[in-house]
């Protein structure tokens, strides 16, 4: 079902898991307790995860890969970036649209040909940090009605605007996660 991709020769081992039970219980790798908190925490909580990437980019390791199951701090900040810039739209469809559906996003993909491996360490943590406010703004503005306009991922999965929030956050969350504990 989902193919092995490069990069430089090392495999990116594509994740194929349906992340959305992240809902319903709180993440046994990471902790991430998407019920745990008010909505309204939605916004600083983003920043907050924003603030961790800089000084990880700045290691001189953060291209190196610890395992082949595993990226590198720089592709994980890539991926957590654009994670950033694609919820931020999907959310504004939300807001704009009657239950728009979401085209497919293949993050393994975006990372080869986007290279993530290639990217400069210092331009990713200055664009994830403009992605994440830019989020965190969107998600301080929405007004009380707003957090329950649905949305549909190209699964099937539905969302709510305060749903695609805690799972959007338990992603950067759990990345965090992820570099913290290689």
Known sequence: MYATTYIRGMPITPDSKDWTWVLERPCRECGFDAESFPREEMGRRLRANATIWRPELATADARIRPNPERWSVLEYACHVRDVFRIFDWRVSLMQSEENPQFPNWDQDETAV??????????????????????????????????????????????????????????????????????
Do not use: K, M
């Not at 830019?134 to 503005?141: H, I, K, S, V």
């Not at 306009?149 to 965090?176: K, M, Q, W």
């Open 113 to 182: 040909v986007e290279r993530y491996d290639l990217q400069e360490s210092y331009s990713v943590a200055l664009e994830l940090e403009g992605a994440a406010a830019t989020l965190a703004d969107r998600f301080d503005a929405l007004r009380a009605e707003e957090w329950t306009r649905p949305g549909v991922r190209s699964n099937g999965s539905v969302f709510t605007i305060e749903s695609i929030g805690r799972y959007l956050l338990h992603d950067c969350v759990h990345h965090a996660w992820d570099i913290e504990s290689q």
